[in-house]
C-alpha cells in the first residue's frame, strides 16, 4: 500500500518479524528499525525498507536520533516497539517523537 499508513517495527528478532509479516499482508508499508542488519525481518519480502540505528539500551539518544533521521520526510508513522529496551528508548524521549 503506497498511499497508506507506514509502521515502523523497532527491533527485527523473532517478534519482530511476525509484526512485518502481519502488518504486510495487510498491505501497511513496514519499515524496520534495527541495530543489526543480520535479522530476520530485515530481509523479510514485507520490509519496505531498514533504519540502521544503534542498539536501545545501549545507546537510547542515538537510537533515537537514528530513528528520526531515517523516518520518511514528511510522515508519522506508527511505531511499534518489540522489544522492552526498545520502549524504554522511545518512552524516554517521547518529547522527541511527538
Known amino acids: ?4 499508513p507506514t509502521a515502523v517495527v523497532v527491533d527485527a528478532q523473532a517478534p519482530g518479524l511476525a509484526v512485518v509479516r502481519s502488518l504486510g499482508r495487510r498491505g ?4 524496520v528499525a534495527t541495530h543489526s542488519p543480520h535479522e530476520a525481518a530485515v530481509a523479510s519480502r514485507y520490509s519496505a525498507g531498514v533504519i540502521l540505528t544503534p542498539e536501545p539500551g545501549l545507546d537510547d539518544d542515538g537510537f533515537v536520533t ?4 531515517g523516518l520518511p520526510a514528511g510522515e508519522r508513522p506508527v ?4 522489544s522492552d529496551d526498545a520502549v524504554v528508548a522511545l518512552a524516554g524521549n ?3 517523537l511527538t
Open 1 to 4: 500500500m503506497k498511499d497508506g
Open 28 to 31: 501497511i508499508r513496514t519499515l
Open 66 to 69: 537514528a530513528l528520526l533521521r
Open 79 to 82: 511505531v511499534v516497539p518489540t
Open 94 to 96: 517521547i518529547d522527541r
